[in-house]
T-cell receptor
Framework: DGGITQSPKYLFRKEGQNVTLSCEQNLNHDAMYWYRQDPGQGLRLIYYSQIVNDFQKGDIAEGYSVSREKKESFPLTVTSAQKNPTAFYLC?????????????FGEGSWLTVV | GEDVEQSLFLSVREGDSSVINCTYTDSSSTYLYWYKQEPGAGLQLLTYIFSNMDMKQDQRLTVLLNKKDKHLSLRIADTQTGDSAIYFCAEIHGSSNTGKLIFGQGTTLQVKP
């Protein structure tokens, strides 16, 4: 089945550690996105990538890093510089980044700092 | 700037209609979306409407767009307990080539039996 797969579903991070969230899509989509969701709030854009080997910062990129070496993969690293990383992280993709193309979401990953 | 506002909570009885409202500020919005999120899950696209339309109907869902007032609503007919979820309104505006969606805070719909 075509779709977006995020892993792991649940992840615990110790203070000072970097962790990486995986996002894979088999929809042949060019554009991919990472959003963060906090309770009672909408989604906020962390990073996005319109094409392989290219990505741009979203609204809350500080403390995060990404790579886009393959079309189907867009991993997100939450670094130790992110002071409040506990949140629900959602990956999304669309066939391109222009208006009119719907964006599809993965099932999300919960990150908790312990 | 870009802003999308929604009321946070709506409670209805099973079988009634639900109406979830959303206002936005960006007059250049081209597409507006409704997403559904069940607990602990990702977002599911319910429907979307292009800005040159006033209404779109899809089975139990009716989307109304008042572009003059920048107001979007989602009506769910014959609401069922399975409709209980958080509903997000989102917009993507015409000047954007990033695919960036601006989301509201989400409306929690509670359906009582």
């Amino acid at each position: 089945d075509g779709g977006i797969t995020q892993s792991p579903k649940y992840l615990f991070r110790k203070e000072g550690q970097n962790v990486t969230l995986s996002c894979e899509q088999n929809l042949n989509h060019d554009a991919m996105y990472w959003y963060r969701q906090d309770p009672g709030q909408g989604l906020r854009l962390i990073y996005y990538s319109q094409i392989v080997n290219d990505f741009q910062k979203g609204d809350i990129a500080e403390g995060y890093s990404v790579s886009r070496e393959k079309k189907e993969s867009f991993p997100l690293t939450v670094t130790s510089a992110q002071k409040n990383p506990t949140a629900f992280y959602l990956c999304a993709s669309s066939s391109d980044s222009y208006s009119g193309n719907t964006i599809y979401f993965g099932e999300g990953s919960w990150l908790t700092v312990v | 700037g870009e802003d999308v506002e929604q009321s946070l909570f709506l409670s209805v009885r099973e079988g009634d209609s639900s109406v979830i409202n959303c206002t936005y500020t960006d007059s250049s919005s081209t597409y507006l979306y409704w997403y559904k999120q069940e607990p602990g899950a990702g977002l599911q696209l319910l429907t979307y409407i292009f800005s040159n339309m006033d209404m779109k109907q899809d089975q139990r869902l009716t989307v109304l767009l008042n572009k003059k007032d920048k107001h979007l609503s989602l009506r769910i007919a014959d609401t069922q307990t399975g409709d209980s979820a958080i509903y997000f309104c989102a917009e993507i505006h015409g000047s954007s080539n990033t695919g960036k969606l601006i989301f509201g805070q989400g409306t929690t719909l509670q359906v009582k039996p």
